[in-house]
């Protein structure tokens, strides 16, 4: 069992750039101390045999095969676009001379 100090909450909110307020310290205090005790009971697990997992639950890719379509859109996106020159979209200059 691991006794958390309140300077040990100042060090993690230092190293996490958060800035606690001092009254909230004691509250954070409990909770990191009550988070560590849980960790100590799933140290004690015995998890011989068990394989490991990045999931509780198997994932599945559900994705289609790619196919080709052959398409003539061309125009048509070129007629909604809001500045065109020929067949290109016109955009405004970002880079300086």
């Keep these: 069992m691991s006794k958390i100090t309140a300077d040990d909450v ?3 909110a230092k190293l996490a ?3 606690l307020p001092e009254d ?3 509250t954070y205090t409990g909770q990191l101390e ?3 005790d849980y960790v ?10 068990v394989p490991p997992t990045t ?3 198997e994932v599945v890719n559900a ?3 790619d196919s080709v379509v052959a398409t003539d859109v061309r125009q ?3 007629d909604q676009a809001p500045q065109r020159e020929g067949d290109f979209f016109r955009v405004p200059k970002i880079l300086a001379d």
Excluded: Y
């Design 76 to 78: 048509e996106l070129l």
């Design 55 to 57: 999931r509780a639950v």
């Design 40 to 49: 100590d009971q799933l140290q004690a697990v015995d998890t011989e045999g």
């Design 17 to 19: 750039r958060l800035d």
């Design 63 to 65: 994705t289609r095969e």
């Design 34 to 36: 009550r988070i560590l």
């Design 24 to 26: 909230t310290i004691a």
């Design 10 to 12: 100042r060090k993690v």
